[in-house]
């Protein structure tokens, strides 16, 4: 028991690695439409996600729990047993109030709840990625959005998030963009990383 247990670490350890590192896994593809210092503006072309809904209003618990939920649909735990290379990052998003699983969200808190995402390889399309054997994993399509960002560096927690969801807000409204989405943190690093060597970032999706 304590093998498979010490093995299991491991690999989680490892796919982290893979997942949030920052050497040779893929990202979203986007087109860059304006930069001011550490803010700019993004348009993202369709992706699908993997995201699951942890009803936990504590931050931490609840995004490890989802981590480790999709690490294991990624890892075969899905209908065609198939292993899914991910792509970064990892999205961590809050919302006002408890969503359905079908919605079209990454990762949320809800009314104590969080929802969790893993964005896949633009090699699948919502048809033919390989289906969730466990039924609290949903694959939603996201269509094509443009995004308001801020990039930061520093501790990747609850704290940091809700300063620089703040900031990114202000800056939509100084440059008279109209929100139209939740925010949401991506995470881009393994939580090992030393903080000052992180990339996060807090995407709004604007008009």
């Known amino acids: 028991m304590l093998k498979r247990f ?94 359905a699983m079908t919605a079209p969200v990454l990762v949320k808190e809800g009314k104590e709840s969080w929802i969790i995402s893993f964005i896949l390889p633009e090699s699948f399309n919502i048809d033919d990625a390989p289906k969730p054997t466990n039924n609290s994993i949903k694959l939603v399509e996201v269509p094509q959005e443009k995004v308001a960002v801020i990039n930061f560096n520093g501790s990747f927690n609850e704290e940091a998030i809700k300063e620089n969801t703040s900031k990114l807000k202000n800056w939509i409204n100084h440059n008279n963009l109209v929100q139209i989405g939740e925010p949401r943190a991506a995470g881009y690093n393994p939580p090992w990383t030393i903080p000052y060597f992180r990339k996060n970032e807090i995407q709004i999706p604007i008009k």
């Open 6 to 99: 010490l093995a299991s670490i491991i690999t989680i350890f490892l796919s982290g690695c893979s997942i949030f590192g920052i050497s040779n896994v893929p990202e979203p593809n986007y087109k860059s439409l304006k930069t001011d210092n550490n803010f700019s503006i993004r348009e993202y072309k369709p992706i699908i996600e993997a995201q699951v809904q942890i009803n936990n209003n504590d931050y931490k618990s609840a995004v490890n729990k989802g981590f480790k939920e999709l690490f294991k649909y990624i890892t075969g735990e899905n209908i065609s047993n198939e292993k899914i290379k991910m792509t970064k990052p990892v999205v961590i998003k809050q919302n006002s109030q408890k969503i």
